[in-house]
């Protein structure tokens, strides 16, 4: 069941729409102000948020910002008319959708839908280690939210680790996964990329805390 968290400081319109999500298959978790939220947010790991601009405390537009930083997880703003949409879309909050108010709770719905359905998957199309994570579907790898840019020998090493997180990987293994079965060149080109892949993802690559030779063996990511 999808989880909406829903920020909304007029008690009534809060009740209304949770109400309607829920008769709707969704699981509510709801906050009054953008405090309690960013921290619900933080805990609780929604699939989807949906937050007034206007609110108590942070507003929705910097709990938008703080929360873009952190997560991939789609934001819907719930703004007034007027100037306030301009700040909503000028400010670049990061949020993926608003909703002039006052709306339909059929849009809502409809909107809250759309969000999930381009949302990236928190699950299996992502792989986390540490402070790095890597997009399988989109093929990228991020060290603290930074991109680095991987060869794709690199990339599918990685990957390969990533899935093995904490096991041991002989140079056989890795061979097979990275290079195919029918490689017959050096298997040394292994411990090559690992240096490579060390010197983008290390803070220190000659003292690796990640990426780890476990001698005799092979290698391990932490
Ligand atoms: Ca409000």
Known sequence: MPVVLLVEDEATLLGLVAQHLESEGFRVIQASNGDTALELARREQPDVCVFDV????????SLCRILRKESEVPIILLTARGAEIDRVIGLESGA?????????????????R??????PKPHG????CGDVSLD????RVYLSDQEVKLSH??????????????AVLSREFLITQVWGYDFDGDPRTVDVHVRWLREKLEKDPSHPQRLQTVRGVGYRID
């Open 125 to 128: 199309d992502r792989l986390l």
């Open 153 to 166: 020998k690199e990339f599918e090493l990685l990957a390969t680790l990533m899935r093995n997180k904490g």
């Open 54 to 61: 206007m609110l108590p405390g942070l507003d929705g537009l």
């Open 96 to 112: 993926d959708d608003y909703i002039v108010k006052p709306f339909s709770l059929p849009e809502l719905v409809a909107r809250v």
């Open 136 to 139: 399988l579907a989109a093929r």
């Open 114 to 119: 759309a969000a999930l359905r381009r949302a």
